[in-house]
């Protein structure tokens, strides 16, 4: 089975860093690029960026370009997410999920979610 | 940037159709757009139920059903039960900008 299990949810402070996993198993980890969704009330579901671990190439939303940063360790089949300084505005829950192999196709499956809150 | 518009909420009685419409002017300049569509139950991640404007994805009935024109599509979800009600969501790649795109969700409640 395809599975992808996310890292537990964060409390943090402005300014601090942060780096959330998503392990993925059933599956040949370096084939298949993984994205990550962001999650708001008031945005819905954001597409922010994405990564193919057989040789780390990622693509970034523009909105997330230089906010985030996404890397993939293929030796534990695990990708993540990142932030050097997080803002309060980065509370949210965020998605991993698996994109089928064509450049338009869709995601599945998608990790638990990890919530990341941001709060002095 | 690509902004695919979905209705804000759709309300139906049990047993009833639910239509929720998903589009973007400005999407898949390039060439064709896939449609795909995800359910989002409270409290849960996102999960596929159609992919490429009509394939049913595993495990989901026939009850829903997908199909596009051009930059519009559609999921139908027929003979509405209570536990239709979540969030669901469109998504596209957008060949232009070579990002992906989801819809801005559309709440269906089951009266």
């Known amino acids: 089975e395809v599975q992808l299990v996310q890292s537990g949810g964060e409390v943090k402070k402005p300014g601090e860093s942060l780096k959330i996993s998503c392990k993925a198993s059933?599956?040949?980890?370096?084939?298949?690029?993984i994205g990550w969704v962001r999650e708001t009330p008031g945005k819905g579901l954001e597409w922010m960026g994405i990564?193919?671990?057989?040789?780390?190439?990622?693509k970034y939303n523009p909105s997330f370009q230089g906010q985030v940063t996404i890397s993939a360790d293929r030796s534990i089949n695990t990708a993540y997410l990142q932030w050097n300084s997080l803002k309060a505005s980065d509370t949210a829950i965020y998605y991993c999920?698996?994109?089928?192999?064509?450049?338009?196709?869709?995601?599945?499956?998608w990790g638990q979610g990890t919530q990341v809150t941001v709060s002095s | 940037s690509s902004v695919l518009t979905q209705p804000p909420s759709v309300s139906v009685a049990p047993g009833q159709t639910a239509r929720i419409t998903c589009g973007g002017d400005?999407?898949?300049?390039?060439?064709?757009?896939?449609f795909h569509w995800y359910r989002q139950k409270p409290g849960q991640a996102p999960a596929l139920v159609v992919s490429?404007?009509?394939d049913r994805a595993s495990g989901i009935p026939e009850r829903f059903s997908g199909s596009s024109s051009g930059k519009t599509a559609t999921l139908t979800i027929s003979r509405v039960e209570a536990g239709d009600e979540a969030d669901y969501y469109c998504?596209?790649?957008?060949?232009?900008?070579?990002?992906?795109?989801f819809g801005t969700g559309t709440k269906v409640i089951v009266l």
């Open positions: 999920a698996r994109r089928a192999l064509r450049p338009e196709a869709w995601f599945d499956p």
């Open positions: 059933g599956y040949t980890f370096a084939t298949y690029w």
């Open positions: 990564i193919y671990p057989g040789d780390s190439e990622t």
């Open positions: 400005n999407i898949g300049a390039k060439g064709v757009v896939w």
């Open positions: 490429d404007d009509n």
């Open positions: 998504q596209v790649w957008d060949s232009s900008s070579n990002h992906y795109v």
